[in-house]
Structure formats: structure tokens, C-alpha cells
């Protein structure tokens, strides 16, 4: 029983989600007053993705440490100026918002989604450490560069939060698997279910806390300008991570499925804590495209026989 609904969970994410989502409308003072926890249920599906990591396994992408390496870099300064470019003219909000997604790749449920998937964990992994580890020195500085003077930021304080953010569940789940490797593995081997109910019940909490302002929100032109606009930044970096030169199929899909799933759980809580209500409005709207992207995106593994294929080698 506990595996099927492990398996339910971590394969019908979008269901979990918008449950979740509508009870958080209809019922949000069940869940407001939670508000001081949704850190910790990030925190918590970060430690998740950080267990599904075997750090003894770097060398074997010794033949592509470059690649990835480049890639990582990248993704945290080169594509955030480039949505930017793309997106200056649209309101402050809408613009800020979308460069901070943008600003924030290697989400932690890359990795979870690339078990669940048979695509390459260890690949998405790595670049989900370079991406984080580089997170708290980079994501301050290109949102200032970019905005200057029509933002006001702690460069300093932003930094220190996503160090917390970041560092307290890497360190947690390297102490775990040191200290009981069995339990480690265990929670491992459930961490995508786990996890999903992790994001999902933050949201959702993030939601209830800001209902009413939601909701008028939604009545205006510019929240579905905004969610237009966040749609078409996922297709974006879907296509980039497709295109991207690649020896094997698995790896392509890989990249395509690794660069869409940004760390938009990350920016939620930075947009929170340091800039508007409404950036913050354009940062969840980023949760509709991101949580429907996924059936669609393995329905095109399936499509291409791809999974079939790779299960039926094992």
C-alpha cells in the first residue's frame, strides 16, 4: 500500500499540486498559520534530493567535467542576462520575477525526477551542486547589476539567506548517510514521493498566507500576461536543454528535463522575504507551467519509447 501511493505521488505530481492548491483557496486559514514552516518543507525536499547524491561517483564524469561544468556556469550568469534582454520591457514586476527564475536553475527535484525516470541522476545531480554552491554568489549580484536603482537589496542579507537555504540540508544529508547508510537509502528510495508532498504542501501554504491578494490578482491583464510570459521562459529553457550537442538520446532528454525544473521554490521564498507582493505573484504563477510541464514532458518519454526501451534493459 505504501508503495503504491509512493508511486501515485511521485507520478501524478500535478494532481497533488492542484488539490492542494484549491484547498489552500477554499480553506487558507487551515494552512496560513503554517506560514513560519514552509522554509523548513523546502529545506526538506532540498535534504531529500541531497540524499539521492553518491558524491563517491564524481569520477565517472571525469570525460565530461568540462561540459558540465561550463554548463553550470552558464545557466547562473550568461541565462538570466539573457532573459533579461528579453523581458526588460515588460513591467518591473513581471521582469524581475522572470529573471529570477532564470537567475535560479539546478532545482533539487531534477534529481528525484531523473530517478523516477531512468534518465542520468548522477548528471543532474552534479549540476544541481555546482549550480547551488554557486547560488549565494551569484544570484544577488546579477538581479542588482541587471535592476540597479529600481530595486532596493541587501546583497549580503540575500546571500546569507540562500547559504542557510542551501548548505544546513547538504550538510544534514551528508551527516545521515554517513552516520546509518541502510536509513539513508531507505528515505532515499521514497524521497521523490516524499518530496513532491514537500513542494507541494509549501505552495500551498505560500498560497493560503496570501489569498486575498491573490485573488485580486488574478482579475487583472497582467497576471496572465505574467503567466504567458513565465510559459514561455519553461519552453525556452526546455529547448535549450534539448538542443544543447549531445552523444545519446538519454543524455539529450537528460539536459531537456534538467534545464526546465528551476529552483522556483527557492525564489519563492526569496521573493517573500526581500521584494513586493507582486513579484512574488509572478514567482508562484511560475508553479502552473513548471508542475503541468512534467506529465507532458514524460508523456514525450513514452511517446519515444524511451523508457520502455531503457526498462527493458534491466
Known sequence: MIKKISDYLQNHFSTTF???VCFALW?????????????KLLMGALFLGYLKIEFGEFSHLRANATKIITLSIASV?????????LVFWLPLPTA???TMIAAAPGAMMAPLIAGMWNLRVLWTSIY???TSALLPLTFPYVILILFGSKIEISVLDMS???????????VLAFVFKKISRTMAQKTSDNSGAIGTLCIAFFVAIIIASNRDFLLMGFTKLQTFVSLGAMILLFLFRFCIGYLIPTKEKREKLTNCMMFGCMNNGIVIIVASKFF????QLVLLLSEIPWSFSLPIFKKFLVRSKFLECENGKQ
Not at 513586493?276 to 513579484?279: F, L
Open 18 to 20: 492542484l488539490v492542494l
Open 27 to 39: 480553506q487558507p486559514d487551515v494552512l496560513s498559520p503554517l506560514q513560519n514552516h514552509a522554509e
Open 77 to 85: 550568469t550568461l541565462l538570466p542576462i539573457c532573459v533579461f534582454l
Open 96 to 98: 524581475l520575477g522572470l
Open 128 to 130: 544541481v551542486i555546482i
Open 160 to 170: 546569507l539567506f540562500l547559504a542557510k537555504m542551501i548548505i544546513i540540508p547538504s
Open 276 to 279: 513586493s507582493p507582486e513579484v
